[in-house]
């Protein structure tokens, strides 16, 4: 069954601090595994994305670590500041599947000052 | 400036009626898609269009139905046959076989 796994499903850190998202997969034949930033009331944003040829991406403050033989990939945010609160989805998708993507559940970040 | 337009933003409407949610992109994207937002629940696909005039269910399209007769345009009709339409609704394309979704901002759709 293709289907992403997602915890925690909410997430209070404070400022300064690492925020850290996790994602399971199931279906070995996905290549893509975005990060998706959602704030209230608007559409999500591509945050990063890796694929399974690297260990690790890194964008400013915003890091994708990937396990490749646990099927596992996870988001962390350094220096978390209030700004970044938000619901963060990751999603996974297998190339020539015409892009369709797979979300996870979701994870509502808050960024205590 | 390229993107894609969700409209109207806030939907009311009353239980048994059918409504069309609008969504038009002007990023020359091949594939569009509907997804359905609740909380705790994630994005959920509802249909997805990779060329004009075909359109794809996706894992929720019971009491949805959508239509794509031009490739920036891709309207989403929830039916009287949804039972639970209250919710907010997505729209996001792509090129084909290049991954990444550009959203839209949303329709939030109360039905009383």
């Known amino acids: 069954q293709q289907q992403v796994k997602q915890s925690p499903q909410s997430l209070i850190v404070q400022k300064g601090g690492i925020s850290i998202i996790n994602c399971a997969y199931e279906?070995?034949?996905?290549?893509?595994f975005p990060w998706y930033q959602q704030f209230p009331g608007k559409g999500p944003a591509l945050l990063i994305a890796?694929?399974?040829?690297?260990s690790e991406k890194k964008e400013g403050r915003f890091t994708i670590s990937f396990n490749k033989s646990a099927k596992q990939f996870s988001l962390h945010i350094m220096d978390s500041q209030p700004g970044d609160s938000a619901t963060y989805f990751c999603?996974?998708?297998?190339?020539?599947?015409?892009?369709?993507?797979?979300f996870g559940q979701g994870t509502t970040l808050q960024v205590k000052p | 400036d390229g993107g894609i337009t969700q409209s109207p933003k806030y939907l009311f409407r009353k239980e048994g009626q059918n409504v069309t949610l609008s969504c038009e992109q002007n990023l020359n994207h091949d594939a569009m898609y509907w997804y359905r937002q609740d909380p705790g629940q994630g994005l959920r696909l509802i249909y997805y269009?990779?060329?004009?005039?075909?359109?794809q269910k996706g894992d929720i399209a019971e009491g949805y139905s959508v239509s794509r007769e031009k490739k920036e345009s891709f309207p989403l009709t929830v039916t009287s046959a949804q039972k639970n339409p209250t919710a907010f609704y997505l729209c996001?394309?792509?090129?084909?076989?290049?991954?990444?979704?550009?959203f839209g901002s949303g329709t939030r759709l109360t039905v009383v």
């Open positions: 999603a996974a998708s297998k190339s020539g599947n015409t892009g369709k993507l797979i």
């Open positions: 269009s990779q060329i004009v005039n075909d359109f």
């Open positions: 996001a394309s792509s090129m084909l076989f290049e991954e990444g979704y550009t």
């Open positions: 890796i694929r399974p040829d690297v």
């Open positions: 279906n070995t034949a996905f290549d893509y």
